[in-house]
């Protein structure tokens, strides 16, 4: 099985900063991609940011220039840090990752979301 845990949210002014964090865990193979998505209430969960295991990055255009995903040496963990932020950002926030548990099984997984508000 495999687990990903997040960490980071709360509670932010408009303008402020936060950083995100998660990790996979269990029987991992290769993590072949890991991102992020968000949730507000009413809405589509959305993309995000997102990188794979060649370091390539895609970002929301709502958050390019304010937001940077990066991922750990051993490419298990991924981060989020999210400058600038705006009331529109406020949502759940879910750690998202393709990987391979043996070398054919492949899945994706999804965090249990972490909050993120921006409110003054």
């Known amino acids: 099985q495999v687990q990903l845990v997040e960490s980071g949210g709360g509670l932010v002014q408009p303008g402020g900063s936060l950083s995100l964090s998660c990790t996979a865990s269990g029987t991992i193979f290769r993590v072949i991609a890991m991102g992020w998505y968000r949730q507000a209430p009413g809405k589509e969960r959305e993309l995000v940011a997102r990188?794979?295991?060649?370091?390539?990055?895609d970002y929301a255009d709502s958050v390019k220039g304010r937001f940077t995903i990066s991922r750990d040496s051993a490419g298990n963990t991924v981060y989020l840090q999210m400058n600038s932020l705006k009331p529109e950002d406020t949502a759940v926030y879910y750690c998202?990752?393709?990987?391979?548990?043996?070398?054919?099984?492949?899945?994706?997984?999804w965090g249990q979301g972490t909050q993120v508000t921006v409110s003054s």
């Open positions: 990188t794979t295991s060649g370091a390539s990055t």
């Open positions: 998202n990752a393709y990987i391979y548990t043996t070398y054919v099984d492949f899945d994706a997984y």
